[in-house]
């Protein structure tokens, strides 16, 4: 009569399955879960994180939406900062924007990462998107994406009372705040752009393209994926040998 194995030799089993997948296929189980993906080239290991869609923060957004949700974001940026294995980040961005909290807890995080880092804007930065662009150490964007610049607002029941007001100033003076002090716009210029009444037919703000992005000092470079993979490979070997271009 044919026995059963135990219960915990099966899961034992189960795991031993797990710790043998192939790279490749952890990559793809990675790209499934998180839309991130870790490679390895030039003696260098790089996190891939994509910020894409609308930025989910506390309220769960229809199913139909492309999303980039943001408790699973931050305990990944904590796994790259601690993980000796991993040298740096690129963050590529293709947003929306969304909510403004979770959006500057990301910025944040990436912000205050000892490991080089470095973004990519494709097709869009908006809204939030901004913040979480310029996060990073060394920002590029696209020729053919954009980023637009707007005061913070919400939908929904409001109650319009001056404490409402004056929420929405000190939420917008946090950002802009974030954007002056890690890119190379001034407050003045960009409170200016925000409240732009003459380019958006039903909103106020502005758009900017891929140079003007970079004109305005919001970014810092116009480039590709190789450009932005070329810097970070160049931030990591400086941050390796910090005194090498000084012999």
Request: no cysteine; net charge negative.
């Given at each position: 009569?044919?026995?059963?194995?135990?219960?915990?030799?099966?899961?034992?089993?189960?795991?031993?399955?797990?710790?043998?997948?192939?790279?490749?296929?952890?990559?793809?189980?990675?790209?499934?879960?998180?839309?991130?993906?870790?490679?390895?080239?030039?003696?260098?290991?790089?996190?891939?994180?994509?910020?894409?869609?609308?930025?989910?923060?506390?309220?769960?957004?229809?199913?139909?939406?492309?999303?980039?949700?943001?408790?699973?974001?931050?305990?990944?940026?904590?796994?790259?900062?601690?993980?000796?294995?991993?040298?740096?980040?690129?963050?590529?961005?293709?947003?929306?924007?969304?909510?403004?909290?979770?959006?500057?807890?990301?910025?944040?995080?990436?912000?205050?990462?000892?490991?080089?880092?470095?973004?990519?804007?494709?097709?869009?930065?908006?809204?939030?998107?901004?913040?979480?662009?310029?996060?990073?150490?060394?920002?590029?964007?696209a020729k053919s994406?954009?980023?637009?610049?707007?005061?913070?607002?919400?939908?929904?029941?409001?109650?319009?009372?001056?404490?409402?007001?004056?929420?929405?100033?000190?939420?917008?003076t946090r950002i802009?705040?974030?954007?002056?002090?890690?890119?190379?716009?001034?407050?003045?210029?960009?409170?200016?752009?925000?409240?732009?009444?003459?380019?958006?037919?039903?909103?106020?703000?502005?758009?900017?393209?891929?140079?003007?992005?970079?004109?305005?000092?919001?970014?810092?470079?116009?480039?590709?994926?190789?450009?932005?993979?070329?810097?970070?490979?160049?931030?990591?070997?400086?941050?390796?040998?910090?005194?090498?271009?000084?012999?």
């Open positions: 009569m044919e026995q059963k194995k135990p219960v915990a030799e099966g899961a034992a089993l189960l795991e031993k399955d797990d710790n043998t997948k192939s790279d490749d296929q952890q990559d793809r189980d990675r790209i499934t879960e998180s839309g991130a993906v870790v490679t390895r080239n030039g003696g260098h290991t790089i996190h891939t994180l994509t910020i894409i869609g609308q930025i989910e923060g506390h309220t769960v957004l229809p199913s139909q939406n492309k999303t980039t949700k943001y408790e699973h974001v931050i305990p990944t940026l904590v796994s790259i900062e601690e993980d000796p294995e991993i040298d740096g980040l690129l963050m590529i961005l293709n947003t929306v924007g969304g909510d403004v909290e979770a959006g500057l807890a990301i910025a944040e995080l990436v912000a205050g990462m000892k490991k080089p880092t470095v973004s990519l804007v494709l097709g869009g930065g908006h809204s939030i998107g901004v913040p979480l662009a310029v996060a990073a150490k060394y920002s590029f964007i994406a954009s980023m637009t610049v707007h005061p913070v607002r919400m939908n929904g029941l409001l109650l319009g009372v001056p404490q409402t007001f004056t929420y929405f100033q000190r939420m917008q802009t705040q974030f954007v002056t002090e890690n890119s190379h716009i001034t407050p003045e210029r960009f409170h200016t752009l925000a409240m732009n009444t003459e380019e958006l037919v039903m909103d106020i703000g502005t758009v900017l393209d891929g140079q003007k992005a970079v004109d305005e000092g919001l970014i810092d470079a116009v480039g590709s994926l190789s450009d932005a993979i070329e810097k970070l490979n160049a931030l990591i070997a400086e941050q390796r040998h910090p005194d090498k271009d000084r012999d």
